[in-house]
């Protein structure tokens, strides 16, 4: 089964909501600290790029991902 464009998008921004969400409430972060430090990592470039898949994992690999990436510099 192929997704829509409309279905992709709707998975990635279900996906960054929880991903705020969570750096919001496990580092006592603000809405917009959390929303800087999401859009402007590399996680967060994968994830809108459909070509990527990222989409298709879950809200805790994608979070192992940017946790990866804070720690270590690179997503994988």
Known sequence: MKLTQYQIESMQED???DI???LMDNNNMSME???TLFYNSDTFTRLQD???GLYYQSVGYVMDCLNNEL???KCW
């Open 20 to 22: 705020l969400e969570i």
């Open 50 to 52: 459909s070509e990527s």
């Open 33 to 35: 600290q959390a929303m």
């Open 71 to 73: 720690a270590t510099g």
């Open 15 to 17: 996906i960054t909501s």
